[in-house]
């Protein structure tokens, strides 16, 4: 299945991805039992879901919502940072032995086709294409061999960074959460299907040109050694966010330096998942 959030006529809601590319409206599909696709994932029913969904006629459509990030409310949001070789490398970054992790806030999130801003306070917007996990079963110390299990789906995010901020002080948390600026969507595949291990394609375009390509058989620390590490000391709960890093190619390391500006169109295609889109925006 392929879920998402949206708004329509003021009113939020979630539901599925028809194949006719319309939309099966969640919450008459579940009688309104689950008033957002977090909750849907904490009751576990993915399963009763994808169950009542079969020849259910999709009711909205694409062109008559707002969609809004794939989790709206995500109780956490854990970004991790230089988990490509070739980006750590163009950072300058010395090799860690564990994941370098920062949160992210909910209101730092904007869905697919919506603006991301470009602050006033900056005009070093930079692009960050990446993995986003989504957490379907919730627990604490999950081993590695046991965390796809705990995986409701993926989605293309964009981690913009506002990198004079960002660079502030050692901590980066004011550069990564401008109201606005990073993207979430257009919607999650869930696990079934994605294979456990596929070798998922990432790629970054700003304006058309490809600035970011690699796979997630490039990743240092992988989507289970990450839950391994996370789970260690914080409990993931279903809806939590996971936003795996970015390759190389970012704008600030770029010779000159490439940054988002005023009605660029950027987007993160992850291979089968699918195409996240945004327009920039000023202010």
Same mark, same amino acid.
């Given at each position: 299945?392929?879920?998402?959030?949206?708004?329509?006529?003021?009113?939020?809601?979630?539901?599925?991805?028809?194949?006719d590319g319309r939309?099966?409206?969640?919450?008459?599909?579940?009688?309104?039992?689950?008033?957002? !696709?977090?909750?849907?994932?904490?009751?576990?029913?993915?399963?009763?879901? *994808?169950?009542?969904?079969?020849?259910?006629?999709?009711?909205?459509?694409?062109?008559?919502?707002?969609?809004?990030?794939?989790?709206?409310?995500?109780?956490?949001?854990?970004?991790?940072?230089?988990?490509?070789?070739?980006?750590?490398?163009?950072?300058?970054?010395?090799?860690?032995? %564990?994941?370098?992790? #920062?949160?992210?806030? *909910?209101?730092?999130?904007?869905?697919?086709?919506?603006?991301?801003?470009c602050p006033a306070?900056?005009?070093?917007?930079?692009? %960050?294409?990446?993995?986003?996990?989504?957490?379907?079963?919730?627990?604490?110390?999950?081993?590695?061999?046991?965390?796809?299990?705990?995986?409701?789906?993926?989605?293309?995010?964009?981690?913009?960074?506002?990198?004079?901020w960002q660079q502030?002080?050692?901590?980066?948390?004011?550069?990564?959460?401008?109201?606005?600026?990073?993207?979430?969507?257009?919607?999650?595949?869930?696990?079934? %299907?994605?294979?456990?291990?596929?070798?998922?394609? !990432?790629? @970054?375009?700003?304006?058309?040109?490809?600035?970011?390509? *690699?796979?997630? *058989?490039?990743?240092?620390?992988?989507?289970?050694?990450?839950?391994?590490?996370?789970?260690? #000391?914080?409990?993931?709960?279903?809806?939590?966010?996971?936003? @795996?890093?970015?390759?190389?190619?970012?704008? #600030?390391?770029?010779?000159?330096?490439?940054?988002?500006?005023?009605?660029?169109?950027? %987007?993160?295609?992850?291979?089968?998942?699918?195409?996240?889109?945004?327009?920039?925006?000023?202010?």
């Amino acid at each position: 299945m392929k879920l998402l959030s949206f708004e329509r006529q003021g009113l939020a809601s979630w539901g599925l991805l028809a194949e006719d590319g319309r939309i099966i409206d969640g919450q008459p599909l579940t009688q309104g039992r689950y008033r957002s !696709l977090r909750a849907a994932l904490q009751a576990q029913a993915l399963p009763d879901i *994808a169950r009542a969904a079969r020849g259910r006629a999709a009711d909205v459509s694409l062109e008559d919502v707002q969609l809004l990030p794939v989790i709206p409310d995500p109780g956490k949001i854990l970004c991790v940072g230089l988990n490509y070789e070739d980006h750590r490398r163009e950072t300058n970054r010395e090799p860690t032995g %564990e994941p370098t992790l #920062f949160l992210r806030v *909910a209101t730092s999130q904007v869905g697919h086709g919506l603006a991301i801003r470009c602050p006033a306070e900056s005009h070093k917007l930079d692009y %960050e294409g990446e993995i986003a996990v989504v957490i379907g079963k919730g627990g604490r110390r999950i081993s590695q061999e046991d965390a796809y299990a705990h995986i409701a789906g993926y989605a293309p995010y964009n981690d913009a960074s506002v990198r004079d901020w960002q660079q502030h002080t050692s901590q980066w948390t004011p550069g990564k959460n401008f109201d606005a600026t990073g993207a979430f969507g257009p919607w999650m595949a869930t696990r079934d %299907e994605v294979p456990d291990g596929a070798d998922l394609s !990432l790629s @970054t375009r700003l304006n058309g040109e490809v600035v970011q390509h *690699a796979t997630t *058989a490039q990743l240092i620390f992988s989507i289970p050694r990450l839950i391994q590490y996370i789970s260690r #000391f914080a409990t993931l709960e279903p809806g939590d966010v996971i936003v @795996t890093g970015t390759p190389g190619g970012v704008g #600030f390391k770029r010779n000159p330096p490439l940054f988002m500006k005023d009605g660029d169109i950027v %987007e993160v295609e992850v291979g089968s998942v699918g195409c996240l889109s945004n327009r920039v925006l000023a202010g």
